[in-house]
């Protein structure tokens, strides 16, 4: 399979695939990788520790995400706050700008967000760097490094 | 027979001349002060002028001559090359190249704009920066960011011939000013964030072919070394492909070792200096033979190479960080200059590295003579052997001792290095370097990373702050003896100096800002004598030249880079405006036990983003009344 075939096509399918995973998710414990009734990706916090999905978010964002979207999700000079677009974006419209990524041609020159698809690094861990990014943008994690719970 | 021999006689004329070598346009406008021929000035990249119509008592004087607005708002490095009449620059992607006519201040002579894949921009892992163009023998040289390097005919700006030197869809891109020596141009690459295989190539000046490729890891016939003539801290190399042995399996296909920063060149010695990068991913477990770190030097990554521009083989090597485990990227440029140590007139080659030690080496011969610390706040290594040149490492600041998924906290310098790509200037009136630094430390957190062409392949989580129980700035301009390895004097800055330094004979010495001023200082104290606010921050460097007689100031200005990660999050919104702050805040709760209370010396820390904002501008000043 080309990049071409993972762009073009599978994005929804593996969303959808990955939501099947969170519908099928069992019911969470605060510490591991809890899932909204819904089957949406979230997060616990509590006395500032966090559930394990979300510290793995957390360092996932770290490594690859924040060269761009800047540390805590808060954007740079040439890419937006997370910490923003996640109050707008639900887990399954993340994972196809995700995988698929993007592109906006505007006034200050095209904006480029590559494909994660094919990345292992990104793409195995989606859940939880949304875990990660929704708890920012809701405001209930402050910037830093988060500690797990019972840590 | 006897033409052959006639030809070698005199190739061997040319051969002792040295210089002969050079490229005689390159010598003639660099030997002009006129002129700011290169993007360092010289091909010794001291960024040093003779000019001193502008001198200490006058630059109070100095004010805006004219401006000019690049219509790109990314980052912009490099500088202004003035030849003549012709002023040229260059913007970050989509890298237009704009030739000025001084005549008319600011008249667009030609223009030029590649068409580019926009799908280069996110492989560029810290924007979309380029450090400028190349100008020799009436043709400009630009390296794009897709690996397209490029010969425009400097008159016209008619592309000439083009050569691919790279692909993106591996994480390949071209950030690089290329140097132009004899009939040969070289460039490097970029992406040693996802896992590239470092090079320097050279291509023919009048038909674009490359002539040869030297990589910066395998085997040595691909690293063009010669394990008995090639030598490191003065002796042969002796053992036969070092750039495969250090390395685990076949990491070393992705061993980064990328060739970013910028080159210089000796016409005596006919030698080129550069430097590689970091070894491929940040976590250095996956980097370690048997997980031995004594095996692991991951050669030759974070190497500074002397190389014959003919041929590319390397005459000698010096490896600053072996097994690097910050990201300690060893591509600073190599700055050359005579001078003396313990009474001894030496050729010398100074390298302020990223690991925050600066380094000064007999450049004939690899020798180490003098390594110091830049910054006295440096941690991760008490002192560098002088022996056997190798930096003894700190436990406590070692990622690879501390192991894989365990924060290691309070190393300083900071990934950024305690200078990264702003280059530093030498004065031979004074003997001294005068050096744009960060000061700033980091917490690191190495993890296994999964390689995939063309995608990031890093492996760490890094968290950056201003270093603890100091001014509470980010930055400091300094002067720097090389002959002594001390600190003459410095200059504490709120954000990291990122832009080039100039020194001249007028005794002023210039740097500019993240806020966006252009300072200039008194070279004998670092005493402030005059500064402007530029429309956005600085990360290019400043030139100065002369047009009918008159001495120009040219910078461009252009917040963005590595430095406008979290440094700029705040221009984009509201909530973001602290986020540098934020970042820079080391976590409470994981009590790292960094103190960010005294923050007092420059002032209150506040975001970038409450100080300039987007925008590229070219700003030339002037002292209206030169006397």
Redesign the interface.
């Known amino acids: 399979m080309t990049?071409k075939d993972i762009v073009g096509l599978p994005a929804r399918v593996l969303a959808l695939a990955l939501l099947s995973v969170a519908v099928a998710g069992p019911a969470a414990a605060d510490k591991d990788a809890p899932y909204t009734k819904d089957g949406e990706p979230t997060y616990t916090v509590k006395d500032?520790?966090v559930d394990r999905g979300t510290y793995n978010g957390?360092?996932r964002f770290?490594?690859?995400c924040?060269?761009?979207h800047?540390?805590?999700a808060?954007?740079?000079?040439?890419a937006?706050?997370l910490?923003?677009s996640l109050k707008r974006l639900n887990f399954q419209q993340f994972s196809e700008v995700v995988i698929n990524?993007r592109?906006v041609a505007g006034a200050?020159?095209?904006?480029?967000?590559?494909s994660?698809g094919?990345?292992?690094?990104?793409a195995q861990h989606l859940e939880d760097i949304y875990r990660y990014l929704k708890a920012r943008a809701d405001g209930a994690l402050?910037?830093?490094?988060?500690?797990r719970i019972g840590s | 027979m006897k033409d052959l021999s006639r030809w070698l006689l005199v190739s061997a004329a040319f051969f002792v001349a040295g210089s002969a070598f050079a490229n005689d346009s390159v010598m003639k406008n660099q030997a002009n002060p006129n002129n700011w021929a290169t993007q360092l000035g010289n091909y010794q990249g001291q960024r040093y002028s003779p000019l001193d119509k502008i001198n200490a008592n006058n630059v109070k004087d100095l004010q805006v001559a004219w401006t000019f607005s690049t219509g790109?708002?990314?980052?912009h490095e490099g500088g202004p090359i003035v030849i003549g009449d012709m002023m040229y620059i260059h913007t970050p992607?989509?890298n237009k190249v704009f030739a000025l006519d001084l005549k008319e201040p600011g008249r667009v002579v030609w223009k030029y704009e590649p068409v580019q894949d926009?799908?280069v921009?996110?492989?560029m892992?810290?924007?979309?920066v380029n450090r400028g163009v190349a100008v020799a023998d009436g043709k400009v040289f630009l390296a794009q960011a897709d690996n397209t390097l490029v010969a425009l005919d400097a008159q016209t700006g008619k592309e000439l011939w083009k050569a691919k030197n790279g692909d993106h869809?591996k994480g390949e891109t071209l950030t690089a000013a290329p140097l132009v020596v004899k009939d040969k141009v070289y460039v490097g690459i970029s992406g040693g964030?996802f896992g590239v295989r470092g090079h320097l190539t050279a291509y023919d000046t009048n038909s674009g072919k490359m002539v040869w490729r030297a990589y910066s890891t395998g085997p040595d016939a691909d690293v063009k070394i010669d394990p008995q003539k090639t030598t490191m801290m003065g002796k042969p190399i002796g053992q036969k492909d070092l750039g495969v042995s250090t390395w685990p399996g076949d990491e070393w296909k992705r061993g980064g070792g990328t060739t970013w920063g910028w080159y210089t060149y000796d016409p005596d010695l006919n030698l080129i200096y550069y430097g590689t990068g970091n070894p491929g991913t940040w976590n250095p477990a996956q980097r370690a033979v048997d997980g031995d770190r004594s095996k692991s030097d991951n050669k030759w990554s974070m190497t500074i190479f002397a190389r014959d521009p003919e041929t590319g083989e390397a005459k000698w090597v010096y490896q600053k960080t072996p097994f690097d485990e910050w990201d300690f990227d060893g591509v600073n440029e190599n700055i050359l200059a005579d001078i003396s140590i313990g009474g001894q007139q030496r050729k010398v080659l100074v390298n302020f590295d990223r690991n925050g030690f600066a380094y000064t080496l007999d450049r004939a011969t690899g020798e180490l003579l003098v390594a110091q610390k830049y910054d006295p706040t440096v941690n991760w290594a008490t002192e560098i052997d002088m022996k056997t040149g190798r930096p003894k490492v700190v436990d406590k600041y070692s990622t690879f001792a501390n192991g894989e998924d365990k924060?290691t906290t309070g190393v300083c310098p900071a990934a950024l290095g305690t200078k990264d790509q702003q280059p530093a200037s030498f004065s031979p009136d004074t003997g001294l370097f005068y050096v744009p630094t960060n000061h700033i430390c980091m917490?690191y957190?190495p993890?296994s990373?999964?390689y995939?062409a063309?995608?990031?392949y890093?492996?760490?989580?890094?968290?950056?702050y201003p270093t603890p129980n100091s001014h509470g700035g980010m930055g400091n301009f300094i002067a720097w003896d090389p002959a002594a390895g001390k600190i003459v004097w410095s200059r504490p800055e709120r954000f990291a100096v990122w832009s080039g330094a100039l020194t001249t004979k007028g005794g002023v010495a210039y740097y500019g800002t993240l806020e966006g001023y252009v300072v200039a200082v008194n070279m004998k104290d670092g005493q402030e004598l005059w500064r402007f606010k530029t429309p956005s921050g600085i990360i290019g460097n400043i030139n100065t030249y002369t047009h009918n007689g008159k001495q120009y100031i040219a910078v461009l200005s252009g917040?963005?880079g590595w430095a406008?990660?979290?440094l700029?999050?705040?221009?984009?919104?509201e909530?973001?405006a602290g986020?540098?702050h934020?970042?820079v805040?080391?976590?409470?709760?994981?009590g790292t036990g960094i103190e960010t209370a005294g923050l007092g010396a420059v002032g209150a820390h506040k975001s970038l983003g409450e100080y300039t904002q987007?925008g590229g501008v070219l700003t030339v000043f002037h002292v209206p009344d030169q006397k």
């Open positions: 990049m500032g520790q957390y360092r770290h490594s690859t924040h060269t761009c800047g540390f805590d808060t954007g740079s000079s040439f937006p706050a910490v923003d990524g592109q200050t020159g095209d904006r480029v967000m590559p994660f094919m990345d292992p690094n990104v402050p910037g830093g490094r988060p500690q | 790109v708002l990314r980052g992607f989509p926009p799908t921009i996110p492989v892992c810290c924007d979309t869809t964030e924060n917490d957190e993890f990373v999964s995939t063309g995608q990031a890093v492996g760490s989580t890094v968290s950056m917040v963005g406008g990660i979290g700029a999050a705040g221009l984009t919104q909530s973001g986020a540098w934020q970042a805040h080391p976590n409470r709760a994981t987007l």
